[in-house]
């Protein structure tokens, strides 16, 4: 088995390497192919690298670096000022080719600026993109970007989000001609403002994208689509809508079914399926955003995310290496943009 | 008890007469003091009146006319051609004294042109926005605006909506300087596009208004805030999402309590109680969006409403008649805005 090395900004996310680190020996302890470096404060790191066992231990690197890209940091000031910080040192990294894929909780403004900046974005990408896979009623995932690396979009964007969008969804789940929507507030040609009404004029137009229309907010879950794109904006917004009326609804099922003492009885029974079931749904198990677009694998884990949540950042960021991604992006970018060009 | 007279537009939303008729008897039937004029095709309506009783039946009146707004028809071209809809004849009746309320399951577009232009907005007032309560954690429910009305949104318009909403807690709910935020890709000052930054920046030396900053889309339903403002295209997104996350959660938990014979059989024993903590989050009984803003009351009602979610959004409005609502919102508008004018 080929050996395959991340590198991982320790110091990003709520918690730092309080979570990053114990998910990374994890991730180690799990594939012993893996290779991480590990970037940010040793004083903070080494006493939780203590008690590793030496064939973990002798996988991970070290870099040491105190300075870090505070969570307000605008991201130009980011790029222009923290050259030392664990998130850019961890991307320079991959773009040295030093390891194939960075992780990163931090700052996503800073994550992406510094993310174009070193790695490049691929040829006739002009920004790269911030995509996840949600879960659906029909069990099979759908790819939502851009999910807030780019807070205001032109249909130029919307347009190119929508490609790399359907290359990733056939790349990964070898989809043959993903359905491609758009996220508008009517499903009519008339709906939504102008951006949305011209990507979709432009993707209408595009024979190798399967683009079936628009869609409202109600289809992201249904599974009738497999990739739907938004600005970041509104994109950050419904994932985080998302995660809240899913925990408003474990709580109002917690609540009505702890009432009285029969129903209660029976629900301590039944709780370790609810239980299954709401884990299912839980969004950590879907911790992990790729930004796409770029010439290098850059993941975002939620900046509150625990170890577990973590560990599937590190492990989505393992598959795309192990699938070249990029590669695999840039390959069907090209063909759908010289038909396009053409 | 004084009477209450509310217009119906009965051929809009996805079922036309089959869902507003049966709604408005059932309006009338819990209210004996409320008074229905019924705008639609009498052909349509008049067999779903047959046999209703003559105590109800004498409370209904009717204007007759064959003529609807379409659900893809621009507001712009509603307004100038469809002089005799039922939408637009229904808003006549508020504009002219002779309804109280307008209440409307069609193009939300075109009612929101439609009420604007017959019924006007308020003073200091630029755009009426589509307002809802929704359900949270602690059981207090958040205002959510606009929720489509305003597609496209600069930063005095999302500053009207904060003070529109505000001013609709305080009058509805009783509550003293209710918290108001801005829906934001995060919370830090940095964070969004221009118009939501430039609106923080209006609010923030507002002092009528308790502006409490930038939130992001998991704090809509924990309680901690009172009154969430965002542009349309978002908001209506946000709230499409909800329902579709909610479905998926009901759906995912039906599938695990199905299967196995032990769990089945205790989930049937629970499910009563299971049934009443989703119907509590089923949307329909959220059902009725205020247009707010306007020299008039005017709800509108998901075009997929069922009977029971379409007499939720008769009652809201019954409701806001009573409590004279565009009067308070005026009352505390003209303070607010002369006390910032000063």
Known sequence: MTSLTLALDAMGGDYGPLVTVPAALQALKSNSSLHIIIVGNQVEIDPLLHDAEPSIKHRIQQIHTTEVVN????????????????????????????????????????????????????????????VTCLPTVTGKPVYLLDLGANVVCDSEALFQFAVMGSVLCEAIHKKQRPKVALLNVGIEEIKGNDQVQQAGQILQHTDQINYIGFVEGDEIYTGNVDVIVCDGFVGNITLKTSEGIAKLLVHQLKCGLNSGF??????????????????????????????????????????????????????????????????????????????INS
Not at 269 to 281: D, E, F, H, N, T
Not at 324 to 330: A, G, K, W
């Open 71 to 130: 969570m307000d940091d605008r991201p130009v000031h980011a790029l222009r000022t923290r050259k030392n910080s664990s998130m850019r040192l961890a991307l320079e990294l991959v773009r040295d080719g030093k390891a194939c894929a960075c992780i990163s909780g931090g700052n996503t403004g800073a994550l992406m600026a510094m993310s174009k900046v070193l790695l490049k974005t691929l040829p006739g990408v002009d920004r790269p993109a911030l």
């Open 262 to 339: 029969f129903v209660r009885f029976l629900s301590k029974l039944i709780a370790p399926r609810i239980q299954a079931v709401l884990s299912k749904m839980n969004p950590d198990h879907y911790n992990g955003a790729s930004l796409i677009g770029l010439r290098g694998i850059v993941v975002k884990s939620h900046g509150n995310a625990d170890e577990a949540a973590y560990l599937q950042a590190i492990n989505l960021a393992a598959t795309e290496a192990k699938r070249r991604l990029p590669e695999m992006i840039n390959d069907r970018l090209e063909s759908i943009l010289l038909d």
